[in-house]
């Protein structure tokens, strides 16, 4: 499996799942299932929605996409009421008032905000794909919606997965006790192949605001550019393992791709607390590697961990830890069975959501800076004002 197979999931990978029948539950509130409504039938959204079904406590009642053909093929797969499919830039909007319990958003980084908010709003639990927005703004709103959920008694859950593996758990815990001693530096990488290939064409044939909202991931303000719509897997294991957020980064980058404005190889330095240095290099162009590493280096020991390989410590006190072969559908259905337990029981601590603002803004921090090909403060990338706004002229409602 490689990142490129991985990130983008085909249709042909969802429908290799079997398919669950919504059963005849109903009547009784200790087995009800929760009512979930989709928005954003693309890839993931459809990948997902099979693993929510084989669950067995949750029912798909309603999908929402901007394109017909995409609500409409997710929606024959999936079994959704044609009643209950919404396409449009507010199609989203008449999916929480068709009365849902919960959404799960797999739409555009972009989008991610409003759609959080306007779901917490409706009393409704949110289920959201990282990254959680595009810029600073963006990361406030889903930082404000997230508490705001715990006071309505809502579950809001960001779907990392690593965050989720047992021997990254364990290893994590290990360092935070101590036993590679202070940590001195480290590295975060993520190097992958030109995940956004397929989509070269649309740009080819001429793009348009509308196709945008395929090739999103080559259009900086949709999906806030690769540091932070993808590359934050791996900032996102850093900030855990140092339980901090950067207080500067310096850096540069650039893009070999010849369609959109997102860059594909950033090189930052980050300085963090207590004088560690830390070392994000990442690339989505070529051929050859594939993963999403963290290392840190401490006084006596390195802790090692790699999405699709091993997570341990080496050094004085040693963890074997193990190794990963199966995290991208593993995490989900972590997350799945979580966000179940979690309103079912009435757990709304939403604990993912502080981790996920903090290393969403680690990753802006080290856009702004590596665009400019300069260095930048924690404070400073607060108060830079930057918004994302893609052109929605022309789009459908
Ligand atoms: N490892 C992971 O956790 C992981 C992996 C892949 C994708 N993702 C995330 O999942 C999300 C979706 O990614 P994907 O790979 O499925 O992309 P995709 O392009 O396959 O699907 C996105 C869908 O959203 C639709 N869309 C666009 N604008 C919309 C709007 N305003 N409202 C509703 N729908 C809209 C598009 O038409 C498309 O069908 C992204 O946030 C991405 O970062 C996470």
Redesign the pocket.
């Given at each position: 499996m490689t990142l490129k197979t991985i990130?983008?999931r085909t249709f042909i990978a969802a429908a290799a799942f079997t398919i669950v029948k919504p059963q005849s539950v109903r009547g009784s509130k200790a087995n009800s299932k929760i009512e979930i409504g989709v928005?954003?039938?693309?890839?993931?959204?459809t990948w997902i929605s099979f693993l929510f079904q084989q669950h067995g406590g949750y029912e798909i009642v309603a999908c929402?996409?901007?394109?017909r053909d995409?609500v409409d093929n997710f929606g024959e797969q999936l079994e959704v009421d044609k009643k209950r499919r919404f396409t449009g830039?507010s199609?989203?909007k008449r999916l929480i008032d068709s009365g849902v319990d919960a959404v799960v958003i797999?739409?555009?980084?972009y989008?991610?905000p409003e759609q959080a908010a306007a779901a917490v709003e409706a009393g409704k639990h949110v289920y959201l794909?990282?990254?959680i927005a595009v810029d600073v703004p963006g990361c406030k709103s889903i930082e404000a919606a997230g508490k705001k959920a715990s006071r309505n008694n809502l579950v809001f859950l960001v779907?990392?997965?690593t965050r989720t593996d047992a021997f990254y758990k364990e290893a994590v815990k290990r360092v935070h006790n101590g036993d590679i001693g202070r940590v001195i530096s480290g590295e975060a990488t993520y190097h992958c192949g030109a995940t956004w290939e397929r989509l070269y064409p649309l740009y080819e044939q001429g793009i348009t605001n509308e196709l945008k909202?395929?090739a999103?991931g080559i259009d900086l303000a949709l999906s806030g550019d690769v540091i932070t719509?993808q590359n934050i897997?791996a900032l996102d294991v850093a900030t855990w393992i140092l339980d901090a957020h950067p207080l500067k980064a310096a850096g540069t980058g650039g893009r070999y791709r010849q369609w959109g404005d997102c860059w594909d190889h950033y090189s930052i330095i980050y300085e963090f607390p207590d004088d560690v240095i830390l070392t994000f290099s990442s690339k989505q162009f070529g051929a050859g590697q594939d993963d999403i590493q963290c290392r840190m280096y401490g006084e006596s020991g390195t802790i090692d961990t790699n999405y699709f390989g091993d997570v341990k410590i080496r050094g004085k006190k040693p963890y074997r830890g193990g190794t990963l072969y199966t995290l991208?559908p593993d995490g989900a259905k972590y997350n799945i069975n979580w966000f179940h337990e979690s309103v079912t029981k009435g757990d709304y601590s939403n604990s993912t959501v502080a981790q996920s603002v903090r290393s969403n803004l680690t990753t802006i921090m080290g856009r702004l800076a590596g665009r400019t090909h300069s260095s930048m403060t924690w404070e400073e990338m607060l108060a830079s004002g930057e918004r994302l706004q893609p052109d929605l002229d022309g789009l459908k409602n």
């Open positions: 990130n983008r928005i954003g039938n693309g890839g993931r959204g929402a996409d901007y394109f995409r830039l199609g989203y797999e739409s555009p980084p989008f991610h794909a990282k990254p779907d990392f997965q909202l395929k999103w719509e897997h991208y």
